[in-house]
C-alpha cells in the first residue's frame, strides 16, 4: 500500500478565505456597533491603567531588553515605555487582560475580545508615529473602530459554535486569529499576504488551558491574551515580508488544525461575519470576576443587604445554594485550597462568599491580605451549585445569551431568604443602558467620577477606572483627542507630550 501523498498545492481553505474577504471588503454601517466600540476602547484602556495598580502585572512590562527604546515605536499607555509593535501588543495586551475585567463573549467558547486591542493599538500608534515622522497623515479613529469591530466579529462568530475548551484548547487562539487578520488589513498587506499570515496563525502551536483549570491555576491567564495578540502583530510583519502561507492549513489530512487539535471536527457557523458581536458584547461593569459569576455576585451583593436589613451577618448563614447553568459549573465551581489570585478570580465560591461577608467584591479582595480571613474558606463551604437546564438553555439561546444564576440562603435559626434571581448582568445588551453614563472624560474631573461611581449603582464602568487611575492622567495618551473620540475622523496618533494639567 503507497504511503506516498499527491503533492498537488490545494486552494485556500473556505474558513481562511472567508476570514480575509470579511477584514478587507465588509463596509461596516452599523451606527450600534461604532457606538459600543466607543466605549468597549475607554473600557478596554481603562482596566489597562488600572492594572498597573498591581506589581506582578507591571513586572512583565517593558522592553524585552531593559533600556531598549524603539525610535518612533509604539507607546505602552500609562507608561514610559516606547516599543516595537511586537512587544507592545504584549504589553498592552497583558495590561488589558490582567483584572480580568474587559469585555465578555460567551458561546460554545468563551473568551474576551477586546484582548485584540493589544495588537490593534500597537499597531495603529506605531504606524501613526512613522507617519507622522515622513510627514503623512496618521491612522484615524474610525479605522481602530473599525479593526476592532472585525476582530470582534471574526473571534466572536467562529465561538458561537465551536468549543475549543472541548479539547482543551484555551480561547486566546481565536485572538491570535482575529488579530492577525485586523493587523494585516491595517499594515496594507494583499489579499494573497493576508492569507498567508491567517494560516500561519492557524498552524502554530495553540495555547492549552491548563493554566486555567485546578489543580494549576495560575497568572500565565492573566498574559495568555497578549501574548497571543504580540504573535499576531509578528505574524503579520513576517507575511509582510512575503513568507508563504499554508492553504490547507486547517484541512490538510493528518496534519491539518482539524485531525490535530479538533478530533477531525470541521467549524460550525451560526451566521455570516457582520457587526453582531460587538453589537451584543458583555461589558464587566459591576465586579472584576469571571463572567460566568457576574449575576451570582450581583444577587450576593442584593442578599448582603438584605442580611444588613435583618440584622443577621454571614455567620449566621448556615447553607448558600446557587442555581446556575453548565458553563458556570465547568469553569468555576472550584473545592479545595485556592493558591493565588487567580486561582480565586475563577471560583465561584469565593466570589459569593467575599460580598455576602463583605457587601463587596474588588481586584484586591483577591489578594493575599484578603484571602487569609478564614471566614471566607469557611463560608466557602457552605456554597453548593447545581445546574438548571433553562438556565443552560437560556445561555445558548441566541437572542437571549443570558448568564442566569439565583441564590438561596438558609440561616442556622432556620429561616432563610427568598431565592434572589438574576439573568442578565448589568453591561448585557439588555442592561446596557443600566451600565452607561455619557460624559467627556477630559472635561470631568477624577474626584467627579469619584462621586458618580460611589452615589450611582449603574455608573459606567470606565468612568472610574480612567479618572481614578493616576496612571491615566500622567499618560501621554491622555489629551483632549479622548473627548473627541466619537468623532470617527479623529487622529489615533497622540502626541509624547505631557497632557495638559487641565485636562
Not at 319 to 344: F, Q, S, Y
Not at 348 to 362: C, N
Request: charged share 20%; glycine share 6%.
Amino acid at each position: 500500500m503507497s504511503t506516498q501523498e499527491l503533492n498537488i498545492r490545494p486552494e485556500f481553505d473556505r474558513e481562511i478565505v472567508d476570514i480575509v474577504d470579511y477584514v478587507m471588503n465588509y463596509d461596516i454601517t452599523s451606527k450600534v456597533a461604532y457606538d459600543t466600540a466607543h466605549y468597549c476602547l475607554l473600557d478596554t484602556l481603562g482596566c489597562g491603567l488600572e492594572a498597573l495598580e498591581y506589581p506582578a502585572c507591571k513586572k512583565l512590562l517593558g522592553p524585552i531588553v531593559p533600556g531598549t527604546v524603539v525610535p518612533n515605536g509604539a507607546r505602552v499607555p500609562g507608561t514610559q515605555f516606547q516599543l516595537d509593535p511586537v512587544q507592545s501588543a504584549f504589553n498592552i495586551g497583558a495590561m488589558i487582560r490582567w483584572l480580568d475585567f474587559n469585555d465578555t463573549w460567551l458561546a460554545a467558547e468563551w473568551g474576551h475580545p477586546s484582548d485584540n486591542l493589544g495588537g490593534i493599538l500597537a499597531i495603529a500608534d506605531w504606524l501613526s508615529r512613522n507617519a507622522v515622522a515622513a510627514g503623512k497623515a496618521p491612522l484615524t479613529m474610525k479605522q481602530v473602530l473599525s479593526g476592532m469591530i472585525k476582530a470582534h466579529e471574526i473571534q466572536g462568530c467562529i465561538a458561537l459554535e465551536n468549543a475549543f475548551n472541548r479539547v482543551g484548547l484555551d480561547h486566546v487562539l481565536l485572538v491570535k486569529v482575529a488579530s492577525t487578520a485586523v493587523v494585516a488589513e491595517m499594515l496594507g498587506l494583499t489579499r494573497d499576504e493576508i492569507l498567508n499570515a491567517v494560516s500561519l496563525a492557524w498552524v502554530d502551536g495553540q495555547s492549552l488551558r491548563t493554566y486555567r483549570h485546578a489543580p494549576n491555576t495560575g497568572t500565565r491567564k492573566s498574559w495568555a491574551a497578549g501574548d497571543a495578540t504580540s504573535r499576531a502583530v509578528r505574524l503579520a510583519l513576517m507575511a509582510k515580508t512575503g513568507e508563504m502561507g499554508y492553504p490547507s492549513a486547517l484541512t490538510a489530512k493528518t496534519w491539518g488544525f482539524y485531525d490535530v487539535s479538533f478530533k477531525g471536527e470541521t467549524f460550525r457557523f451560526q451566521r455570516p461575519y457582520g457587526s453582531y458581536v460587538m453589537e451584543n458584547v458583555l461589558f464587566k461593569i459591576s465586579f472584576p470576576a469571571e463572567f460566568h459569576s457576574q449575576t451570582a455576585v450581583e444577587a450576593a451583593m442584593t442578599l448582603y443587604e438584605q442580611m444588613q436589613a435583618a440584622g443577621k451577618t454571614a455567620a449566621d448563614i448556615e447553607k448558600v445554594t446557587i442555581r446556575t447553568h453548565e458553563a458556570c459549573l465547568r469553569i468555576i465551581d472550584k473545592k479545595g485550597p485556592l493558591n493565588n489570585p487567580a486561582d480565586r478570580d475563577h471560583c465561584i465560591q469565593y466570589m459569593v462568599a467575599v460580598p455576602l461577608l463583605f457587601g463587596r467584591l474588588t481586584a484586591a479582595d483577591y489578594e493575599d491580605e484578603v484571602a487569609q480571613d478564614k471566614r471566607i474558606d469557611a463560608l466557602r463551604e457552605k456554597i453548593v451549585c447545581y445546574e438548571d437546564p433553562a438556565f443552560t438553555a437560556d445561555y445558548h439561546d441566541p437572542e437571549k445569551r443570558a448568564i442566569g444564576n439565583a441564590i438561596t440562603v438558609e440561616f442556622t435559626d432556620g429561616s432563610r431568604f427568598g431565592e434572589v434571581v438574576v439573568e442578565y448582568p448589568i453591561g448585557h445588551a439588555r442592561r446596557r443602558a443600566d451600565g452607561t453614563v455619557f460624559r467627556s472624560l477630559s472635561k470631568l474631573a477624577p474626584t467627579v467620577f469619584r462621586s458618580l461611581s460611589k452615589n450611582l449603582k449603574l455608573t459606567w464602568r470606565v468612568s472610574s477606572r480612567l479618572a481614578s487611575s493616576n496612571a491615566f492622567w500622567m499618560s501621554p495618551w491622555t489629551e483632549p483627542a479622548w473627548s473627541r473620540c466619537r468623532l470617527t475622523n479623529t487622529s489615533i496618533y497622540m502626541s509624547s507630550e505631557p497632557a495638559s494639567s487641565k485636562a
